[in-house]
C-alpha cells in the first residue's frame, strides 16, 4: 500500500511539474516555430522574470501570482527589444558558421545571467509566502480512502495558473487573426507574405510573445522554488528537450512533451535518487532523439491517419 | 619566399620562447594559450571546416581528463597514460555522441552535444565511487615543479595539431567536410558518406580535445566534474576562441586563443571586474557576431579597410 | 537494354500520394524527357530514383540491382549522379574546388581528382571561372557547374532537373550542346524540363507525368500528339 501511495504522489508531482514544463516549452517552441532559431536565452529570460517577482514581492509585499501581470509584460518588451536589435540583425549576417543566431542567444544569455549574479550575489532566494506549506491530504476528505495523497497550495495553483495560461495561448493562436497570421508565418513565410502578412512584425511578436510565456511561469515558480543567478541554464535545457519531445516546433507537442518529461523526473527521483532526475532527463531525449525523430507530434499525426 | 620561411620562425620562437628566463605566472599563461589553441584548433575541424557547431566539447576534454585522472585514482598508474589512453576512451565516447547527434542538423545539432556535455558532468557528478563525484581528483605527485616540460608537451601537442588540421584540410577528408558544410544533400547526392564522413570529423576532433583535458589533468593536478565539463567555461569559450580568431582559417583559432586567455586574464586580475567576465564574454561574443562574424583572421580585410578609411579622413 | 527500371513506384506525403504506380524504364544511351505539368511528381521521382526518399511501394533497379532503399551518396557511387532544380553549389568554394570534390569519388588522390576536374571544366565551357567563388556566378553558370560536378563523379545515368529553367536563348544553345556531348560520351541522360522545344529536340523518348501518374511514354512525336497530354498542358494552361 505504501509502495502505490509513494507511486500515485510521485505521478501527480510529476504532472503538476510537467504542466509548469508545458508552459516552459510552449514558449521555445513558438519562437523556434516562428523563427526557425533557437533561443539559448529561453531560460536566462526566465531567470529575469523571476528576480523581478522576486524583487516586486521583497519591496512592495506583491504576490508572485500577481506579479506576472508585470514580468511578462515587461518580458514581452525585453523580447521584442533583443529581436529588433540584436537577434534580427544578424539573420542577415553572411558567415562561415551557420548556427550565428544561436551562438548569439548564448552570448544574451551569459550576459543576463552574470548582471544577475552581480546584482543579487549568488545567494539562493527564497519568497516567503504565508500559503507556501498549506496542504490538502486526501483522507481529510475520504477518510476511507486506501491511500494518502497530499497536493501542496502553491503547487496546485501554479499548475492550474499554467494551465489556464497555456489554453489562452492555444486558443489566441486558434482564434484571433494574429494567431493565425503567427501560424501561417511558422507553416511557410514565403507563403504567409505573399497572403499579406507582416512576416518580419510576426517575428518580432512572437519572439516578445515567447518570452512573456516564460516570464510568465518564471514568476510561477517562485512559490514552489527557490531562485539563483545561474538557474536559467537549467531551464534553457528543459525547455529545449520538451522542444525535442514535443516534434519541432509544435504546440500541441510541446504541451504533451512538458508532461511526459515532469511525468519522467519525478519517477526518476523517486525511484533513481535526487541527483538522478537531470539525468532521467536527458535519457528520455536521447531515447526520443534516436526512437522517435519526429517528437509527440509525429506520433499524433501517424494516429490521424489511420 | 619570407611567406615559407615564416612557420620556422614561429616555431623556433615558441622553442627558444622558456629560455627567455620568464616568470611562473608569463609560462602558465603561454601554456593555456597553447592548449586554448589545440581546443581551438580541434573545434574548428568539426564546426569550421565541417560546419558541425559543437556546444559540447566540454564532453570531449572531460572525458580526456578523467581518463587521465581515473587511471591515476584508480589504476594507481601515472596520469601520463592519459594522454594515450584518452585517444581510445574519446573516440568510444565520440562514436556514441555522434550516432545520437549527428542524425540531427544544424542548431539542434549543436544543442544535443551541448546536452552530451551536461550529461556527462552529472554521471561524473554522481558516480561517486567511481569520479569521486564533486570532490574530484586529485594528482599527489607532480612530475615536474617547473613549467618548461608541461610548456613543451602541450606545443608538441599543439604542433602535431597544427600538422593535422593542415594535412586533412588540404585532402579528401577537407573537401568532403567543407563539401558538407556548405550543402549536405548536395554532398550526399556527389557520392558522398555525409554521416560516415561528420563521424570522423567528431571523432577527430574529439579526440584532440580529449587529449588537451588528458594534458590538463597532468598539468593543473586537480580536476573535478564542474570545471572540466563545464558549459560557460570550456565548450562556449571554445567556440569563442574559433569566433574571435576566425572560423575556418588555420591562425583563426591560434589567434583567437591569445585574446581569450589574456582577456580572461586581464578581466580577471581586476577585482572589481572580476565577478563580471561572463559579462564580458558575452558582450564580446555579440559584438564580434555582429561585426566580424569570420572573425579577426576571417574578416582582417574588413579591419583594415575600417583603419585605411580613419587615416584619409583627418 | 534497360540500364534504370522504375517499378511500380509510389511514394505518399501524409495521406497524399505524390506518385502513383509509375513505371518505366531508361535504356542504356538515350535521352529521356520527363515532362508533365507542375505538381506532377516529376523532382519526387528523381528524389525516389536518387535515394533521397524511400518509395512508399514499388522498386527501383539501377544497373539489375535493386538500389531503393540505398542512401543517396551509395546509389551515386553506383554510377548516378543528379543536377538540382534550385542549385545546390558548394557556395564558398571556387568552381574548381567544387568539381575536385566531386571528382574525389573516382580519383586516388588530389592530383587524379584535380586533372579530372580540370578535364570536365574544360568540357563544359567553365575553365575560365575555375577560381570564382562558384556563389557570385550568374545563374547560368551555376546551372553548368551542378552539371559539371555531376559529371566529375562519372555517372553511367545522368538526371538532371530543370537545368534550362531561367537561361537566355544562347546559353539554352550552349547547354543542348553539351547534352548531346555528354550523351556522345556514352552516358545515359533522363532530364526534367520545362522548356518544351528543349525536349521535344533532344529527347529520344518521353514520359508524361499528371498528378503523379503516367498518362503518356513514346517518342516526341507521339507525345505531340497524344490527346491526354495535350488535355493535362492546357489543363494548366487555363488554371494559370
Known sequence: MIKLEIFLQTLIQGLLLGGLYSLIGVGMTIIMGVMKIINLAHGELMMVAMYIAYVLFTAFQIDPYFSILIAAPVLFFLGIALQKYLINPVLRV??????????????????????????????????????????????????????DLSITAPWLVTFLVAVLITLGL???????????????????????MIMGVNVDRMRVITFGLGSALVGAA???FIPIYYIYPDIGGQFTLISFVITILGGLGSTVGAILGGLVLGLFESLTATYVGMGWAPVGRFAIFVAALVFLPGGMASLLKSKRMK | MMKNAFPYIGLGALLLFPLLGFSSYLMHIAILVIMWSVIGMAWNLLGGYCGQVSFGHAAFFGVGAYTAGMLYSKLGLSAWWGIPASIVVVTLVALVIGYICLRLRGPFFALATLSMGVILRITAENLVKITGGDIGIMIRERTWVEKIWYYYIILALAVMTFLVVKQVVGSKLGYYFVAIREDQDAAESLGIDTTYYKTVALCLSGVITGLAGAFYTNYMGYIDPKVVFALHDISIITIMVVMVGGAATFSGPVVGAVIMVLLAEMIRSIPKLGAAHHTFFGLLLIVIIIFLPNGIVGDFEKIRKLFRTRQEQP | MS?????????????????????????????????????????????????????????????????SGLKPHQICKRGMARTFQVVKPLQRMSVLDNVIASAFLRAGNKQQAAEAALEILAFTGLQQDRDVISKSLPLGKRKRLEIARALATKPELLLLDESFAGLNPSEIEALISIIRDIRERGITIMIIEHHMRVIMSISDRIVVLNYGQKIAEGTPLEIGRDPLVIEAYLGEAQHA
Not at chain 3, 40 to 46: D, E, M, N, S
Not at chain 3, 48 to 55: D, E, I, K, S, T
Open chain 1, 94 to 147: 553572411e558567415a562561415i558558421i551557420p548556427e550565428n543566431q544561436v551562438i548569439l542567444t548564448v552570448g544574451i544569455g551569459m550576459v543576463l545571467a552574470n548582471l544577475a549574479t552581480i546584482i543579487f550575489q549568488s545567494d539562493y532566494r527564497q519568497t516567503p509566502l504565508s500559503y507556501a506549506s498549506k496542504t490538502w491530504y486526501l483522507q481529510d476528505y475520504w477518510k476511507s480512502s486506501p491511500v
Open chain 1, 170 to 192: 492555444w486558443f489566441f493562436l486558434a482564434r484571433t487573426d494574429m494567431g493565425k497570421s503567427i501560424r501561417a508565418t511558422a507553416q511557410d513565410s514565403e507563403a504567409a
Open chain 1, 218 to 220: 518564471g514568476c510561477l
Open chain 3, 3 to 67: 540500364l534504370l527500371e522504375v517499378c511500380a513506384i509510389s511514394r505518399f506525403f501524409g495521406g497524399l500520394a505524390a506518385l502513383k504506380d509509375v513505371s518505366f524504364e531508361v535504356r542504356k544511351g538515350e535521352i529521356l524527357g520527363l515532362i508533365g505539368p507542375n505538381g506532377a511528381g516529376k523532382t519526387t521521382l528523381f528524389n525516389v530514383v536518387n535515394g533521397f526518399y524511400r518509395p512508399s511501394q514499388g522498386e527501383v533497379r539501377f544497373q539489375g540491382g535493386r538500389i
